[in-house]
């Protein structure tokens, strides 16, 4: 096992000691269904955690977890065959193919979570919006925001690193100057222009709000702006 792959799967296992309590508690405050028969696409689903979550909470979902990486891949269906969790499905699947992959409005429900910063949204709001249903909705969560990365400049200033502050400034600057390429490379995400792009493509967005809860643990240290972003969208 790689050093990558040894951290990523320490994390994994970091995220499923919240299992299921606080997973279900956040798919019941999104209304998610907990027995109709629906679609759901995790796209980036890293090691399960979410699509398992969601295959869990409502067993009649047909739930499938798409990713890049293979040892997260590995990782996503032994944690599967750990809960025993049949209505789950992995697949190696990079988020550009989705379109060419899956049925048109096909998805009640597509979760992306953690993952909207390390890609081109334009691109991911193009695919997406061809496979989910009208008034389908997708779950975007923990993406990071300005504050995240912050903390992560002072910490290096204070350190006396400047070469390391100023990358870790750069994702800053790719997100409130938006990125012209079609690259995927990690940007702090700003609502204002995921907005913008998403309702280019028929995908209307709506901001959710930290709790009290969430505002004490997800601010960064020093200038106490959040750290992450949590959206909904519905497909109009």
Sequence with gaps: MTSE????????????RYFPTAYFYILGSLSFDKE????????????????????????????????IKDYALDLAKTYKKRFDCNNAQFYKLDYRQIAQYFEPNFFD????MSVLQYVNEDVYFRNV?????RGGKLVLFWNHFVGYYC??????????NLR???????PIARGFFHKLSGRDYDHAVTYPAINNIASNHGITLE?????SLC??????????LPTILNIVGTKS
């Design 5 to 16: 792959s040894s951290l990523f799967a320490r994390y994994v296992h970091s995220r499923f």
């Design 36 to 67: 109709k028969k629906i679609n759901v696409l995790d796209v980036g689903c890293g090691g399960g955690n979410w699509t398992i979550a969601a295959a869990k909470y409502n067993k009649n979902a047909e739930v499938i977890g798409i990713d």
């Design 109 to 112: 429900y597509i979760f992306t």
């Design 129 to 133: 919006a061809k496979v989910v249903k």
């Design 151 to 160: 903390e992560r400049v002072v910490t290096k200033v204070k350190e006396g």
């Design 164 to 170: 390391s502050a100023i990358h870790a400034a750069l």
């Design 207 to 211: 901001r959710r709000g930290l709790s």
């Design 215 to 224: 505002r004490k643990y997800y601010c960064d240290r020093f200038c106490q």
